[in-house]
């Protein structure tokens, strides 16, 4: 036998199943609740961060699992346990990734601890790029980064909106236009350390799904950080303007933006976060479909019916193994040439929103009440296809990558 294998090994699968009781006994009988509060459920990421759930280390260890599953696997469990309470755990993990794309070792050192806290004094942290007139089109950006090189500081001027944990974080990491003449080539990310004065909280969303997680504007008024802050450091930066300005002169190939590292290592975890929405809404709906009796006889014993469970099955293995795909070639450092991770991330994201939609079906007028939570998995699984890139950008980005 070859050394190909799907099976999780019995490190993962402890893992899997330590996430799971937690997932289990914490997240779903707080879930109604917290959506309906509309705020970060602060006691259930302490509860998180006492057993070493809400770490650094944790994610740290899932992250370098040598088979790329580590991540996958963690989100799944947490997004079946519940969304917007995962998403108030695992937020603050983009902005860590933020960090660990672009910035230095020391930067990583400093920073990414600080974000979380730790079990008697959680933190969150926010990655801030998206702005109301930038989302899909991340070049339209506003926020202006000057450097004051008398003080060595930056100072950062704009409105970000849309900030998973936005204003309520201690460190934010925000995208900011250096060189505006350069598009997205003219982007960079910086740290702003917990208290900067300037940086204050605008508008708190509130929203369709997801409802436990914060997500707000954040306001950057003549706010000043060391230009230590930058991530990668200045002469980093120099270099990769000077390359870009010789590129666009030339017109030649394309160089990676800053908050485009970024998306692209996160999005076969969204993938993974959708594909936990869709099984727990397909259990709940399965569940069902075996124990409500019609006409004399459980649900599911119509065909109707277990074909619809049929498919959603299937459609949640298929979208499973393209997050495990992308998650093993991230791993394996295998370029994505085809945009798998886009691929993954499309697919599981509209898998969640057609399948929570058809349990929703399954349960008839109890799947329409807030008395099953099929209908709030429906509206937290449509976020999948809207953050870390529409389906559309994804189809974009799939598209050119199959073009060149
Ligand atoms: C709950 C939530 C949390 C978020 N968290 C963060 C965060 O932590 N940090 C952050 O920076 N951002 C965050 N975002 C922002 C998110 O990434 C953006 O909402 C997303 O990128 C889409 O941008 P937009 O909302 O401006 O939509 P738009 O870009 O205005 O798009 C509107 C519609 O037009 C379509 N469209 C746009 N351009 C094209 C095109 N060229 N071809 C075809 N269709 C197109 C889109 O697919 C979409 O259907 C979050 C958003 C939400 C809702």
Redesign the pocket.
């Known amino acids: 036998m070859g050394e190909f294998t799907l099976e999780l090994n019995e490190d993962q699968k402890q893992v899997r199943d330590w996430l799971h009781g937690f997932a289990a006994d914490v997240m779903r009988p707080a879930a109604a609740e917290w959506d309906e509060r509309e705020e970060t459920p602060w006691p259930i990421i302490q509860e998180a961060a006492k057993l070493g759930i809400y770490s650094l280390d944790f994610y740290a260890q899932q992250f370098f699992d040598p088979t790329g599953l580590g991540i996958p696997m963690a989100m799944e469990e947490l997004f079946w346990g519940d969304a917007g309470i995962a998403l108030s755990i695992v937020?603050t993990g983009?902005a860590a990734v933020g960090v660990l794309a672009n910035g230095t070792e020391e930067q990583i050192g400093t920073w990414v601890p600080q974000m979380y806290g730790d079990a008697n004094d959680v933190k969150v942290a926010?990655?801030?790029?998206?702005e109301?007139d930038?989302?899909?089109?991340v070049a339209s950006m506003r926020t202006r980064a000057v450097y004051d090189e008398a003080k060595d500081e930056w100072v950062l001027n704009g409105t970000?909106?849309?900030?998973?944990?936005?204003g309520i974080a201690d460190v934010h990491v925000v995208?900011a236009v250096v060189d505006p003449e350069l598009g997205s080539k003219g982007h960079a990310s910086f740290i702003v350390p917990p208290r900067t004065p300037g940086l204050s909280q605008g508008q708190k969303?509130q929203?369709h799904g997801?409802r436990a997680?914060h997500?707000a504007e954040v306001v950057l008024e003549d706010v000043r950080v060391p230009g230590s802050c930058l991530l990668g450091g200045k002469d980093k930066l120099d270099e990769r303007l000077a390359r870009a300005r010789e590129k666009a002169k030339s017109g030649g190939e394309r160089v990676k933006n800053a908050?485009m590292a970024t998306f692209e290592a996160s999005r076969p975890a969204v993938g993974a976060m959708a594909v936990g929405t869709a099984r727990a809404a397909y259990e709940v709906a399965l569940d069902y479909a075996r124990t409500r009796v019609q006409f004399g006889r459980p649900i599911i014993e119509n065909q109707g019916v277990a074909f619809q469970l049929a498919d959603m099955a299937t459609q949640i293995d298929a979208a499973r193994l393209l997050v495990w795909r992308a998650s093993w070639m991230a791993t394996a450092g295998k370029p994505f040439t085809n945009a798998e991770g886009s691929m993954s991330k499309l697919y599981a994201s509209e898998v969640a929103k057609s399948v929570t939609a058809q349990a929703i079906q399954i349960l008839g007028g109890n799947g329409y009440t807030r008395e099953y939570p099929v209908e709030r998995m429906h509206r937290d699984a449509a976020?999948y296809t809207?953050?870390?890139?529409?389906?559309?950008?994804q189809r974009?980005v799939i598209s050119r990558a199959l073009a060149t």
């Open positions: 937020g983009l926010a990655f801030c790029s998206s109301p930038a989302g899909s089109d970000k909106t849309w900030a998973t944990n936005g995208v969303f929203k997801i997680s997500t908050a976020i809207i953050f870390e890139g529409t389906s559309e950008i974009m």
